[in-house]
């Protein structure tokens, strides 16, 4: 039986271990295929978990612009229902048609600034749930063999 460790941050995290016939001899290029093999799974896991930290950290940022995001739209929503309660205030009153021109801007312009903050919100949401980690158990003779 040959065998190699498979180390993360220099400790133990596995062992390859392979079974050739008790009448064989390991090479020396056998030998190193195996421990080149071993230090190729030990940088795959770092990578991966460095992947998954980094995955980590970016939906927390992401999290954290939409909640400021919400923020700013409760903020918005609050001048918005102000906005629009006083121009509320103005349909039962005798108005110029110069001031009900200007009633009518600032209605369109309300109604305008809370579609684009409505749907930044949308863009932002659907972005935050197209992170996806993937964890799969494989067949490391099988991945080889089909390399070869």
């Known amino acids: 039986m040959l065998s190699s460790e498979i180390k993360m941050n220099n400790s133990n995290w596995g062992w390859i271990k392979l079974h050739w016939s008790s009448n064989s001899i390991w090479l020396n290029t056998e030998i190193e295929i195996l421990q080149q093999i071993s230090n190729q799974?030990?940088?795959?896991?770092?990578?991966?978990?460095?992947?998954?930290?980094?995955?980590?950290?970016?939906?927390?940022?992401?999290?954290?612009?939409?909640?400021?995001?919400?923020?700013?739209?409760?903020?918005?929503?609050?001048?918005?229902?102000?906005?629009?309660?006083?121009?509320?205030?103005?349909?039962?009153?005798?108005?110029?048609?110069?001031?009900?021109?200007?009633?009518?801007?600032?209605?369109?312009?309300?109604?305008?600034?809370?579609?684009?903050?409505?749907?930044?919100?949308?863009?932002?949401?659907l972005e935050t749930y197209q992170i996806t980690s993937i964890n799969t158990i494989f067949d490391l003779l099988e991945k080889v063999i089909e390399q070869l």
């Open 41 to 125: 799974i030990s940088l795959t896991i770092f990578y991966k978990t460095l992947i998954e930290e980094n995955l980590k950290k970016e939906v927390q940022i992401r999290a954290e612009t939409i909640a400021n995001k919400i923020k700013t739209q409760i903020s918005a929503n609050l001048s918005h229902g102000a906005i629009i309660g006083l121009i509320s205030t103005f349909d039962q009153s005798t108005l110029t048609n110069d001031q009900k021109d200007t009633i009518n801007i600032i209605q369109y312009a309300s109604d305008s600034v809370l579609s684009i903050v409505n749907k930044i919100l949308n863009v932002a949401k």
